[in-house]
């Protein structure tokens, strides 16, 4: 069963140009307000560089994969160019394309990419398997350096839902699938995969294994790491086929050294996942708390009395605030506060149980109940926030999230720590908001939106206040990224964090599986 | 704070003499009538074969590990020859002492170890790891192939409680620390571990940690490897600090490389774990069900609706009715079907919601309430059973267990074929029991113990039947161990589990960590 979904996103904007949202008016005269208003079109027409590649190498990929899936022209290329993070928006914005791969092949197969692979290391070609081209770290920037050219693997022919087991609740799904492709073959059966991060809608199934992708609804339905049961994965090496139980002590989880991979170690070309039952029902409930502090002591509550929503997050007072996309959901936002979003899914008789026991704790710790509708407001949103930022750099406004994680008894640091330094670096105009968006016993992320004035090298301007944000995070003991992936943006942090044996091993894994070097060069590893 | 318990077990029978079982009279007689009773008494005395180790490297380890803590004596060698499987105890019994380590060093701290580790690779010494002295598949069984020696490196100093944050509701505990030593320091800040194997009683954190084990309340707790957020090791090339959060996606999850590396990567010298609160209340349940399908179909069905009991175990008919230990736990016997028992930990409040919600399930698909009396049995007997295999061995029974897990639409047949492979190896007099002890979303872990009347050469006759069973678990595509791990007993079979990109994969970290291979050489790794 296959379903080819050959939508492309913009080239210099988030998804597909119909969704895109105008800027709302009042939003409109609050950022000239703060900011001034500053039309930053992006330019119109622009060169990309001219593809090199070998021609020998270009025949034999024809030759296998044919002529119509390997593609040179200057739209498949630009398509595929960098992801999706602020820094990539404006050098698209710039008419930058320097990073565009040579060539664009589009396997059908685990043995199709096996081929591409060994191609690759025959010809010193990098490989950059590219799903929904969603990243915002720059895991699909590939360095060049003493390689012959450089193939961007779109998988997007490798949508198929190889097998469904209903006894076991798992299945097994190609890596082209972006995620409501999938949610729609496994709803065919019944099922869902709950797993619903920001970029939903464009990314895939591949590149959610390959980030450790974490979702809205992960309180509820696990990380994208914990939904993985077993995976195949090609690699210079040979294939890897991981997973033969939930759990074992056959030595170290090597699918542990897969997930989180970015395309380093190999290439996934399919992964078997937990799902579950399609949710009879659905039910989001409001609350305000008195201070981001309360709000999170009331969410650890939660985590370690073993009573987890669906869904849960909580923003903290500028961005309850700001709300920028929708100022009516807080009720009347005068109260000020604390906006929590808590979301139930399942059947009727577990909803009820888990919505009472939870409604019960929260009032308990003092959490004003505000009915459905903020939750309403949440839902219809979710996935929109990249196109408003679209808009906001249209009008001059610098625009960039970044998260983090820790545990509980350190989140107020980190808090304060990362703001201060995002605040230090932007000045004392921009703004800074965050919220937890996922939560576990031990602890919790943090994920920080952040609105400046542009200045007159927005990429450098974004450059000194990530760095400082990313210091801030090491030297409090958090991780460089909870569900953002290393790419080569938080490269620089990575030894900080695991440590230099860390990096070593990391080393040696890619030289074991990748001798010659070829795959996603530059990535993930220090 | 440290708790020194130097309490050994005893050479050649599990744990400590004074609690040993001798056979209840209804068991003999039983015995007597299947397999004849021929008393096998251990050997009295034998003899170690001389320590070979170099007389410097000694020196050296006296000076900075101190005199008392470098031991050179039979009974301490002797002490820490091998672990307690069946093969291990025929093997001592048979005053086979040829496993023996040269030299037990103790050290005290991360640095002593880093040291010994150092000293180790300058003179060519092979590192065993010991905690518990509690293995069950060879892994202290270090090859000393081009070696000079072996150390069995006892972490029984190291028993700190080194932190204890009740915010985030984690401990670091240090490796030697042993089950019962852990849940008392952890008690004193009203905490728990819950991880309770069989082996509990002297097993060790850092044992738990190698080897990915599981405990009799994981469905409740978690495996060890799911409660581990963040350790420490030393290793031939340097320290390694991994964990930063309870989740994060900085590249692949090096914690799950170490953790079930059973020595051969580092030595784990703390780990920092997930904690709950001690529980107020516990409360154990007793069910029959008909067969043993409807009984794993009931688990499944909880599994799958997120209400798992703290404890969870199904014994199959066989198991069920011969009951060893405790002939009275099922009630009236004659009944037959299948025990099950469940077990729920916490506040009253939580207890009783989820008991109340367990019930209606098990009561809906057929399951026959046989109140509290089995699970109080159970309780009271939980930690016994090996006990019970020294008395079995003393009248010529073979007795052992062996272990899997495997996917729930695969569970009948793993548990069909291993069944016949070791009904087939041992002959039809054998006996083969079987519970369902460890229960997840998508699977669950298949438990058999196995008795037989001892042939001439018991250890030739077990290896035939573990080497049929293995191979039945390997051909039906399920691990080749669910929670008892690698060692030397299944690493022949670790290859088609992970496949040999799997292994090469292996190797390279190896290769990275300890380029010397001091590192309990011949464990794990093919």
Request: glycine share 10%; proline share 6%; aromatic share 6%.
């Amino acid at each position: 069963m296959t379903h080819v979904d050959n939508r492309e996103m913009h080239t210099s904007r988030w998804g597909d140009p119909a969704s895109a949202t105008a800027l709302p008016e009042a939003a409109r005269g609050l950022i000239e307000l703060a900011f001034g208003l500053t039309e930053t079109p992006a330019v119109e027409t622009s060169v990309l560089p001219e593809g090199r590649f070998p021609s020998e190498a270009l025949s034999e990929l024809r030759a296998f994969i044919g002529d119509e899936h390997v593609l040179t022209d200057d739209d498949s290329r630009r398509r595929r160019t960098r992801g999706k993070s602020t820094p990539d928006l404006l050098k698209a914005r710039a008419g930058d394309w320097s990073d565009a791969p040579d060539v664009v092949v589009r396997p059908a197969s685990h043995d199709d990419v096996q081929r591409v692979l060994d191609l690759a290391v025959a010809h010193r070609l990098a490989v950059v398997p590219f799903g929904g081209g969603t990243a915002v770290t720059g895991g699909l920037v590939a360095r060049r350096d003493g390689l012959a050219g450089v193939i961007s693997l779109d998988l997007v022919r490798m949508k198929a839902l190889r097998d469904v087991d209903t006894v076991s609740m798992t299945a097994t799904l190609e890596p082209g699938l972006r995620g409501p492709e999938a949610e729609a073959l496994l709803a065919e059966h019944g099922l869902t995969l709950g797993h619903y991060p920001q970029s939903f809608e464009y990314a895939s199934i591949g590149g959610f294994a390959a980030t450790r992708s974490s979702g809205q609804s992960s309180a509820g339905y696990g990380r994208f790491d914990a939904l993985v049961m077993a995976l195949t994965a090609a690699t210079p090496s040979g294939r890897l086929d991981l997973g033969t139980a939930p759990a074992n002590a056959a030595g170290p989880d090597l699918r542990q050294l897969l997930l989180g991979s970015e395309g380093a170690f190999g290439v996934i070309t399919s992964v078997t996942v937990r799902v579950r039952a399609l949710p009879e029902v659905t039910a989001y409930d409001g609350w305000r708390w008195p201070s981001f502090e309360a709000g999170a002591t009331a969410m650890r509550t939660l985590a370690q009395s073993g009573l987890v929503p669906t869904v849960i997050r909580l923003s903290d007072e500028s961005e309850t605030a700001l709300n920028l996309a929708r100022p009516e959901s807080i009720g009347d936002s005068n109260d000020g506060g604390c906006l929590m979003i808590t979301g139930f899914e399942g059947t009727p008789a577990a909803v009820d149980l888990r919505r009472v026991a939870v409604t019960a704790v929260l009032t308990n710790l003092g959490g004003t109940p505000l009915g459905e509708e903020p939750g309403a407001a949440w839902v219809h949103g979710r996935f929109h926030a990249p196109y408003l930022r679209d808009s906001l750099l249209d009008v001059g406004v610098l625009v960039e999230t970044l998260e983090t994680a820790t545990f509980w008894s350190n989140l107020d640091r980190v808090y304060a720590d990362v703001k201060a330094a995002l605040t230090g670096a932007l000045g004392d105009g921009a703004i800074v908001l965050c919220h937890i968006s996922h939560i576990y016993e031990t602890g919790a992320s943090l994920y920080f939106t952040v609105a400046a004035k542009q200045a007159d090298d927005p990429l450098a301007q974004w450059q000194v206040a990530k760095t400082a944000a990313s210091d801030a995070m090491i030297d409090a003991g958090a991780t460089i990224t909870h569900h953002h992936a290393v790419g080569i943006d938080h490269k620089p942090w990575l030894e900080r964090e695991i440590g230099p044996v860390g990096v070593q091993v990391l080393r040696a894994v890619k030289a074991s599986l990748d001798p010659a070097g070829v795959l996603n060069p530059g990535v993930l590893i220090p």
